[in-house]
């Protein structure tokens, strides 16, 4: 999951749905789909994370193709607060570190 | 929850001088991390460190840089002389393990160089 690409922006309004994807092409057998969300001066936090087909939690669903070369963050019923900066990552080296990317900046507004 | 912390929130410093940011992470984690994130810019990898040792390093962190589990709680980051350039904000990150674990992220410590 080396290379990621995701869109650099999004606007929503509350109560939307809103579906965030990712393109990794290059993903390698073993690797997992993680998405992770940053507040404004923040540290990054944990949403979701998958390897196929479909995961959902509390937050989020991951949706993930058969190719697994793209994946789809959707957030249901977004509110103001879910404004933030969404990525799409991989993890690198031998203890995982995390490669972030420009992620996705949403905006959403009432 | 249990959180990762860190201190200070924000450092203020001269150039040349040294610094230390101080982290806790999670108690039960093994696996520790910093990155940092220059003002609009993306989240960088800077450390892993595992067994009181470094597991991986970044180009970023040169002979300036240095890390440090002093006691069983804290994870310190030592940069030796500072540089404008290391203006940033200073994530730690703990684990339970490795590629595909969750990692919890810490505030952050906002160093400003002048």
């Known amino acids: 999951l080396a290379k990621t690409t995701q869109p650099i922006s999004m606007d929503s309004y509350e109560g939307q749905e809103v579906n965030i994807t990712c393109s990794h092409n290059?993903?390698?057998?073993?690797?997992?789909i993680t998405w992770y969300q940053q507040f404004p001066s923040q540290g990054p936090r944990f949403i979701i994370q998958?390897?196929?087909t479909k995961v959902t939690n509390e937050v989020a669903s991951l949706f993930i193709p058969a190719d697994r070369k793209s994946s789809t963050l959707s957030l249901p019923r977004v509110s103001l607060s879910d404004t933030a900066v969404y990525y799409c990552?991989?993890?690198?080296?031998?203890?995982?570190?995390?490669?972030f990317g420009k992620g996705t900046k949403l905006s959403v507004k009432p | 929850e249990p959180e990762v912390t860190q201190t200070p929130s924000h450092q203020v410093t001269q150039m040349g001088q040294e610094v230390i940011l101080r982290c806790v992470p999670i108690s039960n984690h093994l696996y520790f991390y910093w990155y940092r994130q220059i003002l609009g810019q993306k989240v960088e990898f800077l450390v892993s460190?595992?067994?009181?040792?470094?597991?991986?390093k970044s180009e970023i962190f040169d002979d300036q840089f240095s890390v440090e589990r002093p006691d069983g709680s804290n994870f310190t980051l030592k940069i030796r002389s500072t540089k404008l350039e290391d203006s940033a904000m200073y994530f730690c990150?703990?684990?339970?393990?490795?590629?595909?674990?969750?990692?919890?992220f810490g505030p952050g410590t906002r160093l400003t160089v002048t």
């Open positions: 290059n993903i390698a057998t073993n690797d997992y």
């Open positions: 990150a703990s684990s339970s393990g490795t590629s595909g674990s969750e990692q919890y």
């Open positions: 460190f595992y067994n009181n040792e470094i597991s991986e």
């Open positions: 998958g390897y196929k």
């Open positions: 990552l991989g993890y690198g080296g031998s203890q995982g570190n995390l490669i």
